[in-house]
């Protein structure tokens, strides 16, 4: 029995429909990344060039500002790289003594994305531990990359 050249080419369509089905599944049921996402991978003193430094240990986010409370964070993986979440909207506002930061009124959070510097542009990244640091926005629209520095930056001095 010979296939005629309709059935043949409906024979082939039924095939290409299946397979394309199937990858449609696995793309849709393939297991997504999971990441360690510990506080304890970030805790350290952050530094930037024009603003407080902030130091970030198992009590909390601390912006080294004054009467600035300490306020909680945590760490998510968003589609392009781990990003630190304050529990407070932040906002950082230009001064004649360099960006200070200020809680807003309203928001729930702030997300600053960790990013690794590479040929001399920051790309955000899936690795804490090989970042050069994280990002915040400032109210200005200017990037503020807070780097690790020396724990010195962020001891706090008594009154």
Known sequence: MELSDSHYWKVVRFFYVIFALMLAIAVI???KPTYNLRNDLVVGCYGTNNGPSI???SDGMKILQGEFP???FHLEASKTGIDLVSHAPLEAEMTPDGYRFRIQKRGLATISPFYKV???RAYPTFD???SD???MLSS???VLNYQSVD???CEETLP
Request: glycine share 20%; aromatic share 8%.
């Open 118 to 120: 590479i040929n001399g």
């Open 128 to 130: 804490t531990a090989g």
């Open 70 to 72: 300490r306020i909680g």
């Open 140 to 142: 200005d629209g200017a």
């Open 133 to 135: 640091g994280f990002q």
């Open 55 to 57: 130091s970030l240990n």
């Open 29 to 31: 049921t393939r297991d």
């Open 151 to 153: 724990p010195v930056f």
